[in-house]
């Protein structure tokens, strides 16, 4: 059983950053994929960044990385656009294929992080 706890969000101006942190419990961590996704009212959630217990990532334009003796994964996310307005949350699975981005993959998952970008 892990859970997951997501913080670091906030209101940005265009062009800002944030850094979310997803702490999580659980002695085996170190050997989940975390995923951040997010969803945007009125539309599906989407992946945004994968890490894999090697480190090994799958990112569509932000910074993921991880400190698995801390149990955290951060998501980096600069030059920040209004677009990036939604609720961000992590998510943690046994791995099963080189690249998990589909949220029905992931078992675990935190409360989620609002992220506002004004223009």
């Known amino acids: 059983q892990v859970q997951l706890v997501e913080s670091g969000g906030g209101l940005v101006q265009a062009g800002g950053s944030l850094r979310l942190s997803c702490a999580?419990?659980?002695?085996?961590?170190?050997?989940?994929?975390?995923?951040?996704?997010?969803?945007?009212?009125?539309?599906?959630?989407?992946?945004?960044?994968?890490?894999?217990?090697?480190g090994s990532?799958?990112?569509?334009?932000?910074?993921?990385?991880?400190?698995?003796?801390?149990?955290?994964?951060?998501?980096?996310m600069n030059s920040l656009k209004p677009e990036d307005t939604a609720v961000y949350y992590c998510a943690a699975a046994v791995p099963i294929i080189a690249s998990m981005t589909a949220a029905n993959q992931y078992a675990y998952w935190g409360r989620g992080t609002q992220v506002t970008v004004s223009s």
């Open 57 to 76: 990532i799958t990112y569509y334009g932000f910074t993921i990385s991880r400190d698995n003796a801390k149990n955290t994964v951060y998501l980096q």
């Open 24 to 54: 999580a419990s659980g002695r085996t961590f170190s050997s989940y994929v975390v995923g951040w996704f997010r969803q945007a009212p009125g539309k599906e959630r989407e992946f945004v960044a994968g890490i894999s217990p090697s």
